[in-house]
């Protein structure tokens, strides 16, 4: 089966512009994550969806980044506007029920930098 | 949310070596996993083992659980060049996996 998708694969942006990025899950995977992963530490969850409705959001800053995932499928994530602090690996994973009991496969993710 | 803590945080071994790491978790837990990391690639998942197993085996991985403790440890047996990776636990509440800060195991061949 094809993995997770993403892409950029890297983005270099200058602090105050905004970014997008996509993703794109197995196919059938209901469950869809954002992870940001800055470098040394453990990625940490940004949002997850079932489907295309919000499971959990509540370590998302909300201020600046918002993600979606129209028609239960692809899914983009996006930052407005950019702090150097954001500079890190962005993974999108996709799991294909809830993760009590399905393990996450993820994306090779995007690494961003904030200059 | 709950997070696994790795210990110890680098390793470097010879190849054809065991290596060991543990996790530990402060909450009650519906499973935990265990997945790897090459570098600049995303993780890779091992193995999940479930609150009420205390063991599992896959290939050269073996997981133990222990939940009054609450740590997991992943053992690597007869460990390989090709191991060299960051390895992460994570715990599973109410479907919600929260990641350790990861080991660093080098393996020297």
């Known amino acids: 089966e094809a993995g997770v998708a993403q892409s950029p694969r890297y983005k270099i942006i200058e602090k105050r512009q905004s970014v997008a990025f996509w993703c794109n899950p197995i196919?059938?995977?209901?469950?869809l994550y954002w992870y940001q992963q800055i470098l040394g530490q453990g990625p940490k969850l940004l949002i997850q969806f079932q489907n295309n409705g919000v499971v959990d959001d509540s370590q998302l800053p909300k201020d600046r980044f918002s993600a979606e995932r129209l028609k239960g499928v692809d899914s983009t994530l996006k930052i407005q506007p950019a702090k150097l602090e954001d500079s890190a690996v962005y993974l999108c994973?996709?799991?294909?029920?809830?993760?009590?009991?399905?393990?996450?496969?993820f994306g090779n993710g995007t690494r961003l930098t904030v200059t | 949310s709950q997070q696994g803590e790795e210990d110890p945080q680098a390793l470097s071994i010879q190849e054809g070596e065991n290596a060991t790491m543990n996790c530990s978790y402060k909450t009650s837990i519906n499973n935990l996993q265990w997945y790897r990391q090459n570098s600049g690639r995303g993780l890779v998942h091992l193995i999940l083992i479930r609150s009420n197993e205390r063991e599992k085996h896959s290939g050269r991985l073996r997981v133990t659980l222990d939940t009054s403790k609450k740590s997991s440890s992943l053992l690597i047996t007869a460990s390989r060049a090709a191991d060299t990776a960051s390895y992460f636990c994570a715990t599973v509440t109410n479907n919600r996996l929260a990641f350790g800060k990861g080991n660093q195991v080098v393996v020297i061949p």
């Open positions: 994973a996709s799991s294909l029920g809830a993760a009590n009991n399905s393990p996450l496969h």
């Open positions: 196919s059938g995977h209901a469950t």
